[in-house]
């Protein structure tokens, strides 16, 4: 196999394991050395969702309760 067919394959994988949430923003661009727009261009080409992150985890407690009230 050549670089440039393993290094695409090594791209699949980072950018499904970013896709999938099981690896950061930061992660994806210092192992795939691309910035991070074309990260997205990379992932939309290969019709990848992009990750969903809850932020609920570090919010205060007035942020919570305000969330709360707003989605229930």
């Not at 969903?52 to 229930?72: C, I, P």
């Amino acid at each position: 196999m050549g670089k440039i067919v393993a290094a695409a394959l090594d791209l699949d994988v980072l950018l499904a394991a970013y896709s999938a949430g099981r690896m950061g923003r930061r992660e994806i661009e210092q192992a795939s050395e691309l910035w991070f727009g074309q990260i997205l261009q990379e992932m939309a080409h290969r019709h990848l969702p992009l990750p969903r992150v809850d932020a609920r985890q570090h919010y205060n407690l007035t942020q919570q309760r305000l969330f709360e009230r707003v989605f229930g």
